[in-house]
């Protein structure tokens, strides 16, 4: 089979898009599938802190639990709120092209629709988001502003007033009791975004095979 040229693959995000603002209807179910996997993988994970935190299991195995269901989290997010589209094209540069940018942002305003999702949504907070996709890259520009002082890059369980501490350096920490995931001494508040999943799970899990639109979001 010969592959698909550029020029085809615009013709046809370009009527999707006008036809059917961003999704082929045939096509919703995998997008609801993959929502409802991504959700059900964080749900689950969060469960799995709960219990480990019941019986007062390791700081790697609750912390871990925690990361993973972040993880999911942001994974989840990227259906509603799309990351950059960037052309692996040396000789388009690094700009996105036009009609796939398009199909991609109508399908998150679908999505975000058929969710009852809005810019309010803690689902859409970019910082956590690229805190944990770009942990590397945060890791040399932290330790390069560290010129002294105690650290800990091994997971904690504790409370976040730690990460206060000026000369006490904490990469991974998470305070149970306020529900709080503290990355490279940067606080983030999980337990509203943990129902949102939850929320969005069990839709996801009510629609079957097609979307269904339960208010009107803005772009």
Known sequence: MSEID???????????????????????????????YSAGRA?????????????RDTADNQVSSIHEALGHATSLSRF??????RSRSSAASEKPKAALKKLK???????????DLN???PLKNRKLRDSLEHFDERLDS????????????????????????PVGHLFKLVDPDRACFVLLGEAHY???????????HDLAMTMGCRLRSVRTSTP
Do not use: T
């Open 6 to 36: 550029q020029a085809e693959l615009d013709r046809r995000a370009s009527l999707i898009v006008e036809q059917f603002e961003g999704i082929h209807p045939p096509y919703e179910a995998f997008y609801i599938r993959s929502i409802a």
């Open 43 to 55: 749900r689950d994970a969060f469960l799995r802190f709960e219990a480990a935190k019941a019986v």
């Open 80 to 85: 509603f709120w799309p990351s950059g589209l």
């Open 105 to 115: 942002d109508a399908r998150a305003l679908k999505l975000r629709n058929a969710f």
């Open 119 to 121: 810019d309010e949504s």
């Open 142 to 165: 932290y330790l390069l502003k560290q010129d002294c002082g105690y650290f800990f890059p091994d997971a904690m369980i504790g409370d976040l007033e730690a990460a206060d501490n």
């Open 190 to 200: 999980f337990g509203a975004l943990r129902k949102e999943v939850e929320r969005i």
